[in-house]
């Protein structure tokens, strides 16, 4: 003779949190592909009123706020001293910097780096500077020169 005695069903409490762990995954996920499509997509527009970057971290800074004295376009293998050292709220993804870093020299930045050869170092005066790779970077820089003076 065989007494067989089934275990008391589970409260609703495990299906939810598997419904909320699976939730949280598939933002996690979403929040990856995000970021690797914003990698190629990321955008920088001059306009006559500021500089506007479309991307994860986007934002949109007045010209009168860009020191274009400052701003120069570097190499980041032989400025050492400007690369991205410490994540403070951002991504780091293979070929892709994206977010707030603090840079080798502690300065606070905001980067969207794809290419470390050439990248546009442009200070604030908010207290933090952009690193940014831009397609064509020199002529991206004279045509913030260039709305900064108009």
Known sequence: MKE???????GSGSVWMLVGLTGLMV???ALFAY???SASHAEFEIASSGLRIN???GRRIDLS??????????DL???????????????GLPGYLTGWFRLKNKEKALVFVTDRRQVVYLPTRRGYSLLMSPRRPAEFLAALRRAGDS
């Open 27 to 29: 933002g996690i996920v």
């Open 35 to 37: 970021m690797t499509y």
């Open 77 to 91: 293998g032989i400025r050492k001293d400007l690369v991205p050292r410490w994540k403070t709220n951002g991504a």
């Open 65 to 74: 706020q860009l020191d274009l004295d400052r701003a120069d376009l570097v």
């Open 55 to 57: 991307g994860v971290y």
């Open 4 to 10: 067989v005695f089934p275990i008391v069903p589970a």
